[in-house]
Nanobody, 120 residues
Framework: QLQLVESGGGLVQPGGSLRLSCAASGGTLESYTIGWFRQAPGKEREGVSCINTSGRGTNYQDSVKGRFTITRDNAKNTVYPQMNSLKPEDTAIYYC?????????????WGKGTLVTVSS
């Protein structure tokens, strides 16, 4: 069974950057579309970005377009969201998830999340 582990979260000042990672074990990540989701305190989980199996197809939530970039290295079984120009409203637990075809709220596999806090 595919297992996903997120890392790279932490405390960053507004305007700063973080690079998260989603590493997979128990399976080959290149077979899956990978999505990143986040859940802020007191809010529902929302989709942030999605990358297809080849890495050539990506999409982003409007609020992060131009600031976040998602890439994948299938040889390393890892997906990387690069988050720049971070804002306090980006504070959330960030989760990666895998699906066979499309990103949705019903992804097949989920990581446990990594906390990102944007604050001065």
């Amino acid at each position: 069974q595919l297992q996903l582990v997120e890392s790279g979260g932490g405390l960053v000042q507004p305007g700063g950057s973080l690079r998260l990672s989603c590493a997979a074990s128990g399976g080959t990540l290149e077979s899956y579309t990978i999505g990143w989701f986040r859940q802020a305190p007191g809010k529902e989980r929302e989709g942030v970005s999605c990358i297809n199996t080849s890495g050539r197809g990506t999409n982003y939530q409007d609020s992060v377009k131009g600031r976040f970039t998602i890439t994948r290295d299938n040889a390393k079984n890892t997906v990387y969201p690069q988050m720049n120009s971070l804002k306090p409203e980006d504070t959330a637990i960030y989760y990666c998830a895998a699906a066979y075809l499309f990103c949705s709220d019903s992804m097949k596999y989920w990581g446990k999340g990594t906390l990102v806090t944007v604050s001065s």
